[in-house]
């Protein structure tokens, strides 16, 4: 088969990698600050300068962990072996961060930070090389961005399979003990992530040959600060992750503590999630709306380009987020509309994302003649690992500042302002940074082609 040809079966299985990571992904990013809030019982602040603290150490264990990866050498390639090796402890590592020992609060502080740190280390070993994986696995870029649409149609999924695991198992499985109810939630939703990921290992397979190197870590680090578009990119995954966790972080207090969840026109269908119920369809509809534009990005794309797309979907969805903050607790229909047109531009930012980061791969082995693929690709993990952290910090810190308290029987007004800021006006004002970075990249169209057929050239006569 030609290397720059995938079948429809290896994208569909490195599509289940990333349905994988995410079912973690998501379950750690809307519940896990909540979680700790109103069930294990830490206090805001806390929650706050652990998710600052955990991220901002992991992003550095990305860049690492990026080149551990380039130079892995086994019989199945450098980045696909990862996947195997870590498909149980990232499992494992899901279970732990919902599992409640019961402890005073230094105990209960020291355990969240030590689960954390494991979870973190099992995502970055499992997610830099899967990131990675693509880059080598064709080396034409339209079909690297047709392979990208499959990868985030996968991750949405695995959103899904989470959202409807913690809104309908917690309850059933707990009986009214969330504390097991999470922990055995996680069992199952552990096993789907550990054995989708083996399922990519085995269906993949390596075919860029990548450009021999020395062994000096220095000049790849050197490569990559040099390299302008990777940096530019490494700015704008920062700023869409930040964005996009902040409003997933506010869906859990927005529906749990603002919205009346009850008397209104979706109260029947939400009531497969008891309480939390229209919290859980919300995330669904966002989530089903996240597929659905996998499926127009390749289109999209080719009408308006990469860049301009990129920029067209942070203007739409910062718009329609913003404007929630002006919606009534009883404006339910308006609310589900808004976050649907939100998200509709929010997922396709991932998709041209890792698509562009890619082209930064290209760009570096054709500037340099030298092609450190993982350490590029952990741009993408450094970015949600670091912008999660920031944004968890931000929802906390702005809940902090409104005097939030988790545990208390009746919200006040004070502490329904910062919720409601928190899922409309902060997340849209921090991403609209991504258009000013945009706006500088270099990575044209037509430079791209010129790249495409300089290394093309390269590589056969190599």
């Known amino acids: 088969m030609s290397e720059n040809k995938l079948t429809i079966k290896e994208k569909i299985g490195y599509a289940l990698g990333d349905t994988a990571a995410n079912i973690a992904w998501r379950t750690i990013g809307p519940f896990l600050p909540i979680f700790y809030t109103d069930v294990f019982g830490l206090g805001t602040a806390a929650v706050a300068t652990l998710l600052l603290v955990i991220r901002l150490g992991d992003g550095i264990t990305d860049l690492i962990m990026g080149n551990i990866a380039d130079r892995t050498k086994t019989k ?37 930070y030590a ?27 339209k079909e690297r961005t047709v392979l990208s649409s499959y990868r985030f149609f996968g991750a949405y999924l695995g959103g899904v399979i989470a959202t409807f695991g913690v809104i309908i198992l917690v309850d059933h499985l707990g009986n009214g003990n969330k504390n097991l ?26 075919r860029v040959k990548v450009v021999k190197k020395s062994e000096d870590v220095t000049k790849d680090y050197k490569d990559l ?18 964005y996009n966790i902040i409003k997933q972080s506010s869906i859990m207090y927005y529906f749990t503590h603002y919205v009346n969840n009850e008397d209104n026109v979706f109260g029947g269908l939400a009531a497969w999630g008891g309480k939390n119920g229209l919290a859980g369809l919300y995330l669904l509809s966002l989530l089903i709306i996240s597929m659905i534009s996998t499926v127009f990005a390749p289109t999209l794309t080719k009408m308006f380009g990469k860049v301009r797309l990129f920029i067209i979907s942070i ?15 009883n404006d339910i229909t308006s609310i589900f509309r808004l976050g649907i047109i ?35 690709f952990s741009a993408g993990t450094f970015a949600m690992k670091f912008g999660g952290g920031v944004a968890g910090a931000i929802t906390l810190a702005v809940l902090n500042f409104y005097n939030y308290d988790g545990q208390a029987a009746v919200k006040t007004l004070e502490m329904l302002e ?35 057929v300089a290394l093309k050239e390269k590589r056969a006569n190599e």
Do not use: C
Request: proline residues 5%.
């Open 181 to 206: 109810g999470y922990q055995y939630t996680m069992y199952i939703l552990a096993f789907i992530l550990a054995s989708f990921s083996l399922v990519t290992f085995y269906t993949t397979r390596e």
């Open 76 to 112: 199945w390639g450098k980045f696909r072996p990862w996947l195997l090796w870590t498909a149980l402890p990232f499992g494992v590592a899901l279970v732990l961060q919902f599992t409640t020992p019961n402890l005073g609060l230094s105990g209960k502080i020291f355990w969240a």
């Open 342 to 376: 939100s998200e509709f531009g929010a997922g396709l930012m991932p998709i041209l994302f890792f698509a562009m980061l890619g082209d930064a791969a290209d760009y570096s082995e054709y500037k340099n003649g030298r092609r450190a693929t993982g350490l590029i």
């Open 315 to 329: 203007l739409f969805s910062a718009a329609a987020s913003a404007a929630m903050y002006w919606l009534s607790p």
């Open 418 to 452: 910062g919720i409601k800021l928190n899922m409309s006006i902060v997340p849209a004002l921090f991403v609209l940074l991504g258009v000013a970075a945009l706006l500088l990249y270099p990575l044209t169209p037509h430079k791209m082609k010129e790249i495409e």
């Open 225 to 242: 600060i040099n390299n302008k578009p990777w940096l530019i990119l490494l700015f704008i995954g920062f700023v869409f992750v930040t």
């Open 115 to 141: 689960t954390s740190i494991f979870y973190t280390l099992a995502y970055t070993a499992n997610n830099v090389p899967y990131s990675a994986l693509m880059g080598v696995m064709t080396s034409k870029v």
